[in-house]
């Protein structure tokens, strides 16, 4: 198992850029993915990275917006949120994947982080 901690949640006005940092306690050797929340939904997919990077997925909502990326060496995930709106307001939350295939459903993914929240103000 791999313990993974969030951070650089905020507050920034629409328009603004956020980058979200994921850091795992060991190598991962996997995939690993973003997903938010917010209040009385389920958690949704927003980008996930093989181990090599060679395959990356982006949900619709965020393409030519985010930007996700990892540093092996560092054992991080990183998220660079550019033009947010009021709507990618949530938490988010990074995941590890059981395979190396930058899946869209949570349920490939069994190590979580315990999510920072991002809130977008218009």
């Known amino acids: 198992q791999v313990h993974l901690v969030e951070f650089g949640g905020g507050l920034v006005q629409a328009g603004g850029s956020l980058r979200l940092s994921c850091a795992a306690s060991?190598?991962?050797?996997?995939?690993i993915g973003w997903f938010l929340q917010t209040p009385g939904k389920e958690r949704e997919f927003v980008a996930a990275?093989?181990?090599?990077?060679?395959?990356?997925n982006y949900a619709d909502s965020v393409k030519g917006r985010f930007t996700i990326s990892r540093d092996n060496a560092k054992n991080t995930l990183y998220l660079q949120m550019n033009s947010l709106k009021p709507e990618d307001t949530a938490v988010y939350y990074c995941?590890?994947?059981?395979?190396?295939?930058?899946?869209?459903?949570?349920?490939?993914?069994?190590?979580w982080g315990q999510g920072t929240q991002v809130t977008v103000s218009s």
């Open positions: 995941a590890r994947s059981v395979i190396n295939g930058a899946a869209t459903s949570g349920r490939v993914y069994n190590d």
């Open positions: 990275i093989t181990y090599n990077g060679d395959s990356i």
């Open positions: 060991g190598r991962t050797y996997s995939a």
